[in-house]
């Protein structure tokens, strides 16, 4: 089976999945349209799918926006076609599917994850010319959501890979489970599939993303590493409005007690023990010029080495936000909407996947380990995989990009899709030949 | 001439144009609407009509809204019937009006200012049943603007006081000058008026605000002193995004230099010379949580009993709202978007309201000064006419308040509209004795 | 009797006391030395005197020093001639004293106070040859003590309306107690005075100060008003120190907490309700420079224009310091060491004393009230006095000033010593006038 | 030879050479006694003695005392019987010494370095039985300054080495030069040795440290590695004072300033390319309670895995000092006062060290090389050495410690003195043996 001929020949699938999903993107747990794009087309390739709470463990889910929020997100998806049926499963933000693949023959269980959600940004808003998105016309519809991360590119991906499962299905051992990931952004939505089970029993767990470093179509890094552990607060501090000019001392000031947390969260200690991070990243507090702000909402992050380290970080953080809130004599609710853990690389990879990809004409070169120096929610899972024996791996697919992630003129080399599929392919049948 | 009996017999007119306004309120500089409805009723009480640039005077005018909110509040109008003559007229943020009445017999000249904008606060969100506008169904049509400090009453009493003078015109000697004015909050439009000149020659002027403090319909405060000077700052701080996780190093905060700037002007060191004050309004700043936040706005305002003591606040603002900047190596550009004078009361008023309304059954009391702790822009105009050995004054009409000014659920008993024109009505009767 | 005359013929004496007590200062609670000189006077003038606990009460003493710099003053004080009888009565920080004398006439009660402590302060350390005290070879004996607020002065000048007071015995009536109140500084020791109940039946109470504002020798502020309440705070934090290289995150930084404390302070919001105040006025934190500072002490003071006010202040500060604490996880210890309240002018004193001193050739204009706008703890005795029904001032003698009071280089006109006993000489004379 | 018994031939020499240093510990630059003592023993010793000016390079020593401080120290010193001549060359801060000793045979030059300053901490303040020196009688004859880092030991080592060196110099080849260096804490001196050329032609250079990390007494780290840069820097803020009730507006607060930079230097970017560091160690401020500070003044420091990184951290330390003087409006000085360079450790160090003390029963263990994660001036040393082609390490010796270094409790079992005199002759022996 010549793998990198067939990958060729779904080239132009991949891009027009792609560029479709790049059209309508959504925000992690409203994926409704994307799910249902991808659910159609693995319903056709055979796949037994399973959606909304059939997928994921209700409970384990973070970061859910509001319920009018969803409900906007679901009259939108219906309007935009997508079947009341599919809805009713997903309705309250059950987003994301799984879909399995039994060859019927003994093998290794291997699961693969695809991560499928948008990010609050307006795409290229100064319209310029030289974006190809907009050139190519297949842009963002949806105003302040883009897909700037390449989410849209790794649901393509998961749609050829599962293509290519699906017809050489006969030539195949074992069992497949592939994960369509919702909410990646944020660390909301691995721990809800984990929790679910699926991936209990899983031999080799695969999954990787587009980009990150500066590399070449045709590169792939075979195992990244430094995942940083993360928790995602929001907070907001709610004080007493006043007039600023006839009775300041009446009001219990909101606004000062979100500027005095930032600053001093900002300086927890570093921590001898390895890495960390603090970011506050929105701030947005009070309603009028001459009031006392009785309100202000801080979204922020905290990172670690390892958990611990990012545990220390968490710790600090409560305690600061709620002594600054303390300070102003304001009350401070703090609400964890995502918490990511760290991982590493796993050895011997390079090697192996040197191995597997040595006749694939479209993967030039197989590098070591990275180091990501950012969080990523698939820690979870290849975490889960490893503590229970199996192998898991997070490819780094090389591409140039046009700006850097999550900027609004993100972009990528589209070319990277059928690399992509090359080496999840490669790979996998290297691991079916392993076994033999 | 029974006063009190012609304002009972225009009761409903004015609480009709009272709900009018409430229902279609305007900020400051967009009272396209607003404009064209008092307009077209003076025109027909005979009224000689300055518009637009004929008003005022354009360099003057204070926070202007950029040219699309002005654009957008002019096709809004449109919509809603204002004449295309007119909006040509007002163009650009030149609304509010001057209507002059010239009796043709010597006389004083009686120069009185009506305010007529309204707040970006969204009327009423609760739905409370109880709140008045609601229950009678004129609550604001737009959202997030409301007339929650009471202008929609000013501008009704404004149309009474004119409807009375023109129903009188035969008994009266001088001259009248009713300045509608627009953009009051923030201090942004009485000084474009007085440069217009309106002021100059004016013996008497006379002012006022509903509400205030806490007093029954029928109570007036003569003449109001305590008016904080005021500088009205916004603003926007410009760094360096850079991912929170990968490369923290590489950020310049715009938030942290926000957050910086809010504390340390709050600890400005209080001035012996008099009162001041200081707030820092709104805060918003950032656009990810995983990002190093690259802008931050800020609105502001200081205040003194003096402008001495003001331009003390104001200059130590600006330098610590450019050290904070510099603390986070972004860049800070500060706009002074208002500014106001301080003002005091205009001595001997109480005696002569009180002898003025000592016949008028709708009058119970009359109070002397009060500290109005507070800014108003008409102190430009209270200065300008003392200044040149003419009279003035800022009435305090009393009023019950549902809550209190600047609240969603501002309101106040409609009854005191009638009162307030009846003070108008025969403080300028007295004026005209006086001189006899 | 001629009381011009008179006080010219104490002059020197005036000028030796004041020397003699400028160049050994002492701190609150430690004036043994400068208790023994007054004492030891006014003894031979026939005084009955009452020192340590029979003077005030031991309890309601505020901010005495620990005992080891009591003790190590008391043996200064034995070393420089103090007799141990003298020594024993005044132990452990009773020092001040109170010297009655009664007529064994019918008459009123009239009370006096002195303050005799010196300040913190290291005198003229450049060796200006300007400064006066250093010409004249009387500058102070003890490094870092200065009385540098005219204290000394005030010590002579008790001395002087004593002897004029025995001089004159057979020809006044009613009684006298002179109260040379220790720790005036800080506001200290007046309550511990008064709740030993000198005060709770005088009919009239004196007291004054020299400087404070630009006069020449010979003018006078009858009463002076805008006394401010005030509360003296000492803080200590206490964390926990590490090596700020190995292990920063072991550290609980109390350098850190008095830092966020300071600005946090001086931000509290501005009273509508009148002047308040706020300023940590010194800051000591930290053992090494690459240790996590595990102590810091601050000590601050509060102040309002009323005692509400100051209370205001003070809870905010209260909070502040609290939740600073928190902020780094170090713990705060707070200590109210001195207390002031609030005090106004007595009516009608400037006719008093400008009728008083009709006569008196040294005295040559008399200023009505002058806001204080500073607190002092004489206000306790006004307050106390007035509350009972007593008349009550205090002085403001003129006299230019070298430099501000609590400077290296204070000095005054040492004519205004002359001037002060003429003061209250020829008041004390019309108030038993007046009795007549 | 058999190097173990005859160093426990001078085992007491070496007890009793460091008691006589824990005695009369001495800060930076002040070694006057210090150099004496070991100047005097190594003249007896045979060796060419290089002081003063000889021994350093005046304008590269950093942090140096103000002249008083150093006038005094050499005063103290003169009394406590160090010659008038050794004084007149270590005058005005130049103490530490260069010994040399050339076999006269070829081979190669080894240049070993001992550091001899003390701290300034107030030993064993609470008096504890438990602390050894105090229980044998040798604590410090000085208050407020302490060896509590071992460097008692760093020299009587050096003694014993020189002892060993000059006992058997006709069985050695090659030259050797013993520096013992003035001002380690703070960074301070070491450059101002190198740059004298004494490392310049060096092929091995050898220094090490008594305890830092939990080891038994035998035990030996062959090379540590991880010396973070580092910059140290003292920071005075000048402002205006004024009287803080009275007119508060008129100061220019210098603590503030300097509580806005302690925190705002704590906040400084967290560094993705390494290790960071930050630290406050002191801050005073302020004069008197009721007075707006006019100076402050704080130590800090700025560390860094690199020196890029450390120069990164006081880059942004400069800036953000220079924007919190100007926030208040005072003056910043800033001077850096010590400078120290990363360093690493000598690859293939363990395995020669554990073929070196083979046979040296008094060495149980040799580990290999450990991450100090602290600052150690003899960085500029292994740097300079290891530039030329040398080969240069630092030891780790082990012992318990009484309580950790810096601590006023801090000791250490003194038969680690033996122990490093052993690892410092077997390692010569052995480095002269590979010559051959």
Not at 141 to 164: E, K, Q
Not at 194 to 220: N, R, T
Not at 257 to 277: D, K, M, N, Q, V
Request: proline share 4%; hydrophobic share 40%.
């Amino acid at each position: 089976m010549n793998v990198s001929e067939f990958v060729t020949s779904i080239g132009d699938d991949l891009t027009s999945w792609r560029r479709r999903f790049h059209q309508f993107p959504e925000l992690g747990w409203t994926e409704y349209e994307t799910t249902y794009l991808i659910g159609s087309e693995l319903e056709e390739l055979g796949y037994e799918l399973y959606l909304g709470k059939e997928a994921l463990v209700t409970e384990e889910r973070m970061g859910v926006p509001v319920e009018e929020t969803l409900q906007s997100a679901e009259t939108k998806a219906r309007n935009q076609g997508v079947p009341e049926e599919w809805l009713e499963k997903m309705k309250g933000g059950h987003t994301g599917l799984v879909a399995k693949l039994d060859t019927g023959r003994p093998g290794k269980h291997i699961a693969i994850r695809f991560d499928i959600d948008a990010l609050p940004i307006a795409e290229n808003k100064e319209g310029l010319a030289s974006h190809f998105p907009t050139k190519q016309g297949f842009q963002s519809h949806y105003p302040n959501v883009m897909h700037a991360c390449g989410h849209d590119g790794h649901a393509a991906i998961g749609l050829g890979v599962a293509t290519f499962l699906s017809a050489h299905q006969g030539a195949l051992t074992g069992s497949f489970t592939l994960l369509f990931q919702p909410a990646e952004e944020g660390s909301r939505g691995a721990k809800s599939m984990v929790e679910k089970g699926w991936l209990d029993d899983a031999d080799v767990f695969l999954s990787g993303h587009i980009g990150i470093s500066p590399m070449q179509v045709g590169e792939v890094v075979a195992s990244a590493k430094g995942f940083l552990a993360t928790s995602k607060l929001d907070v907001t501090f709610t004080g007493r409005s006043a007039h600023a000019g006839v009775e300041p001392q009446e009001g219990k000031n909101a606004l000062l007690a979100a500027a005095a947390a930032s600053l001093h969260l900002h300086a927890i200690p570093r921590h001898s023990g390895g890495e960390t991070r603090i970011n506050v990243g929105t701030l947005h507090a009070g309603s009028g010029r001459n009031v006392i702000p009785d309100h202000a909402a801080m979204s922020l992050e905290t990172r670690g080495e390892t958990s611990e380290l990012n545990q220390y970080m968490e710790d600090e953080a409560v305690r600061i936000i709620q002594s600054s809130a303390l300070l102003h004599g304001v009350q401070a609710a703090i609400q964890i909407v995502g918490k990511g853990v760290e991982a590493t690389d796993e050895p011997g990879w390079q090697e192996f996947l040197q191995e597997a990809t040595a006749y694939n004409d479209r993967v030039v070169k197989v590098r070591g380990s990275l180091p990501l120096k950012a969080s990523e929610d698939v820690a979870y899972m290849l975490n889960h995989v490893r503590e229970r024996g199996g192998k898991a791996t997070y490819f780094i697919f090389g591409t140039p990009l046009a700006a850097g992630h999550h900027h609004p003129l993100f972009d990528y080399d589209e070319k990277v899709l059928e690399v992509a599929v090359n080496i999840y392919a490669s790979s996998i049948l290297s691991l079916l030949l392993d076994e033999e």
